[in-house]
Nanobody, 124 residues
């Protein structure tokens, strides 16, 4: 069974940087793809970034050039470095693990395991 635990969320100012970390326990870490999603009240869970087990990374357009996803197989973590934060980045950020196909990366239903979420608030 895969378990995920996010940390690092807090309130920051516009333009600040923040790093989220997700610790992953369970078997087959190296063969598991990892991702970050985010969700605001009343909205669907939105894809942010993914680091596939194949080694490729993928981002939603709104965070390209600002966010970086990284994984450490040795430490069993996936991180999301967020720079130039904007108020529209305010959300609960969730870590996900699974083995979705490439075309389904952005679909939350394609990911089988989730963390509890960590709140990020970006003040104007």
């Amino acid at each position: 069974q895969v378990q995920l635990e996010e940390s690092g969320g807090r309130q920051v100012q516009t333009g600040d940087s923040l790093r989220l970390v997700c610790s992953v326990s369970g078997r087959s870490f190296r063969s598991t793809s990892l991702a970050w999603f985010r969700q605001t009240p009343g909205a669907d869970r939105e894809f942010v970034a993914a680091f596939r087990a194949t080694g490729t990374t993928h981002y939603t357009d709104s965070v390209k050039g600002r966010f970086t996803i990284a994984r450490s197989n040795a430490e069993r973590t996936v991180e999301l470095q967020m720079n130039s934060l904007q108020p529209e980045d305010t959300a609960v950020y969730y870590c996900a693990a699974g083995q979705p196909i490439l075309s389904a990366l952005r679909d939350p239903q394609s990911w089988g395991h989730w963390g509890q979420g960590t709140q990020v608030i970006v003040s104007p």
